[in-house]
Nanobody, 121 residues
Framework: VQLQASGGGLVQAGDSLRLSCAAS?????????LGWFRQFPGKKHEFIGY????????HYADFVRGRFTISRDNSKNTAYLQMNNLKPEDTAVYYC??????????????WGQGTQVTVSS
């Protein structure tokens, strides 16, 4: 499956942003768990959370603390990362990833190209 992340940009602290992850090819979209990660310069991918195949279950890293919400629309082959109350420390490249299994590590089979999010103070 090919993944295309979009929606990043430059925002101010306290703003909201919604990232999208559009999928094409591969298995039926609903056969994949969709995960979101971010990467700071020189660091490994940091797990943000995932949404399961039918969208009924989500799981988040502790740092999210209710600010981020992951969802998906299987009819549009798209997953979303809604980010609220953004902080300068959220500045990173954000990636979506897909795997047939639930994973909280970066061992997802398929990755998108990443979208830059920059939060100014």
């Amino acid at each position: 499956v090919q993944l295309q992340a979009s929606g990043g940009g430059l925002v101010q602290a306290g703003d909201s942003l919604r990232l999208s992850c559009a999928a094409s090819g591969g298995r039926t979209f609903s056969q994949y768990v969709l995960g979101w990660f971010r990467q700071f310069p020189g660091k490994k991918h940091e797990f943000i959370g995932y949404v399961t195949w039918n969208g009924h279950t989500t799981h988040y890293a502790d740092f999210v603390r209710g600010r981020f919400t992951i969802s998906r629309d299987n009819s549009k082959n798209t997953a979303y990362l809604q980010m609220n109350n953004l902080k300068p420390e959220d500045t990173a490249v954000y990636y979506c990833a897909a795997d047939p299994s639930i994973r909280t590590s970066s061992a997802y089979a398929h990755w998108g190209q990443g979208t830059q999010v920059t939060v100014s103070s």
